[in-house]
């Protein structure tokens, strides 16, 4: 993710032509706020409402170049509401909303998702955001080749696919966005905030480690605690620069 601190707001067009020049699956947009941040998030096509790695990369950002104390909470004004992040033992985490999916009970649309993913899945639900979408073995999630046109089309952000994990993680999944204007995410923070109470229900636990198979793909580790997911991940800051537009 890339992530642009500004001293005060800007108009909402420039920031997503910034996004669409990173042409990254997230770009976060920091501005001072009573002694917090507001904090927004664009894909290189839209603005969404909550991204968990974007909001980890955030996090590193105003700790490592010092724009906050390493030892001090950050706290984001969003979308979707008051977020914030600790660092824990190298680990940045995370405190976000759960999203529990219900079961889809439209046939059509499970048709669609099983043409245009390939695969017959087990058990498909909607959360607040996106298509959840279970599969028998880690081998199918790793595997799937989605048709993104057809996914495009179907009414959500993106669509989570998912199976249990091996003898190393609890869970599995991969992220598709083409409606955001994002093929795959490579590791999706918010996806887990519906993860965690699907596998939670399944296996019997709170505690989970998980990892994204995509390509470039990551490991995560979730807790459920009530309506609340805590996620945490690990940044590191590759490019650095200045905005001179």
């Not at 993710?1 to 770009?27: H, Y």
């Not at 998702?113 to 955001?129: H, I, K």
């Not at 636990?205 to 945490?232: C, M, N, P, W, Y």
């Amino acid at each position: 993710a890339a992530v642009c601190v500004m001293d005060a707001p800007r108009p909402e067009a420039w920031m997503q032509a910034v996004a669409a020049e990173m042409n990254l699956s997230e770009t976060a947009f920091l501005t001072p706020e009573a002694g917090d941040y507001r904090l927004r998030w664009f894909t290189p096509t839209v603005e969404v409402d909550l991204c968990g790695h974007a909001t980890l990369a955030s996090a590193h950002v105003l700790w490592t170049e010092g724009h906050l104390p390493t030892e001090t909470q950050a706290r984001f004004h969003t979308r979707s509401g008051l977020l914030t992040a600790e660092r824990r033992d190298g680990w940045i985490e995370l405190d976000f909303p759960a999203t529990p999916a219900a079961a889809v009970a439209e046939a059509e649309l499970v048709a669609a998702l099983a043409d245009a993913l390939g695969v017959t899945p087990l058990w498909v639900g909607r959360s607040q955001f996106d298509l959840l979408v279970e599969v028998a073995t880690a081998e199918q999630v790793q595997t799937i080749a989605p048709d993104f046109a057809r996914l495009a089309v179907l009414d959500a952000r993106g669509i989570i696919v998912t199976s249990p994990g091996d003898a190393e993680v609890d869970f599995v999944s991969r992220f598709f966005g083409p409606r955001a204007g994002i093929n795959e995410d490579p590791v999706t923070g918010s996806a887990h905030c519906c993860l965690a109470p699907f596998w939670a229900e399944k296996l019997g636990k709170e505690h989970f480690l998980a990892r994204q198979v995509s390509a470039r793909g990551g490991e995560i580790r979730v807790t459920l605690a009530g309506d609340r997911v805590r996620l945490a991940g690990q940044a590191v800051t590759v490019l650095r620069g200045t905005l001179h537009a």
